[in-house]
């Protein structure tokens, strides 16, 4: 099993431009999440998922959109990219809330 | 709101040494607690989390309400414990986590 895998690993953007992250995950869980990791700041939520087709805001969900069309799959759209949000994005899979998240390896995202 | 307080950036000690991490949390309820760890160039991974009371290699962390504080410790570090440590609060059973800042270990020979 791979576990929680994120696609791309690195990706450096021009500001405005647009881009997806995948998140991907073969172990059958139901929640999804993606976070931000920034220096001082530790990790923050940006949005969640607790099921295929429903998606949920966290602490800083603007300027991002997600979709879980696919229950394995959890993507992270950035419209029109902004210096701001530079940093390491983390996306983790649960089978419930309660449970262990397991997080993938990261995607390091630089926005110029 | 909930928040989690980790005040040191950074922990440098011997080999040998006992360390402890500091977590300090705010909230109204009865959140579960947990300690994340990411060493260097792996993804971030469970340590321990509170309700379990299990001892992960070697480190201990206990809830203590009344100071609203959740310390992880080792009495012997050694220098593959060199990581980052992160302390996160869950509030609910959603999932949502609230991680402190992080807390750098590095242990030295």
């Known amino acids: 099993n791979a576990g929680v895998t994120q696609t791309p690993k690195f990706r450096v953007l021009k500001t405005g431009q647009s881009m997806t992250l995948l998140c991907a995950q073969d172990m059958n869980h139901e929640y999804m999440y993606w976070y931000r990791q920034d220096p001082g700041m530790g990790l923050r939520l940006i949005h969640y998922?607790?099921?295929?087709?429903?998606?949920a805001k966290g602490e800083v969900p603007d300027g991002y959109n997600v979709s879980r069309l696919k229950k394995q799959n959890f993507l992270l759209g950035l419209e029109s990219a902004a210096p701001s949000q530079t940093s390491v994005y983390f996306c983790a899979s649960t089978e419930s809330g309660i449970n262990e998240q397991f997080f993938g390896p990261g995607t390091r995202l630089t926005v110029l | 709101a909930q928040r989690v307080t980790q005040p040191e950036k950074l922990l440098s000690v011997f080999k040998g040494a006992p360390v402890e991490l500091k977590c300090n949390y705010s909230?109204?309820?009865?959140?579960?607690l947990f300690w994340y760890v990411q060493y260097s160039r792996q993804r971030l991974q469970l340590l321990l989390r509170?309700?379990s009371r299990e001892s992960i290699k070697g480190f201990t962390a206990d809830l203590n309400k009344g100071e609203t504080s959740f310390h992880l410790k080792k009495p012997f570090a050694q220098e593959e414990d060199s990581a980052m440590y992160y302390c996160?609060?869950?509030?609910?059973?959603?999932?949502?986590?609230?991680f402190g800042a992080g807390t750098q270990v590095v242990v030295t020979p």
């Open positions: 909230y109204s309820g009865s959140p579960e």
């Open positions: 998922s607790v099921g295929e087709g429903t998606t």
């Open positions: 509170h309700i």
């Open positions: 996160a609060l869950r509030p609910d059973s959603w999932g949502k986590l609230q």
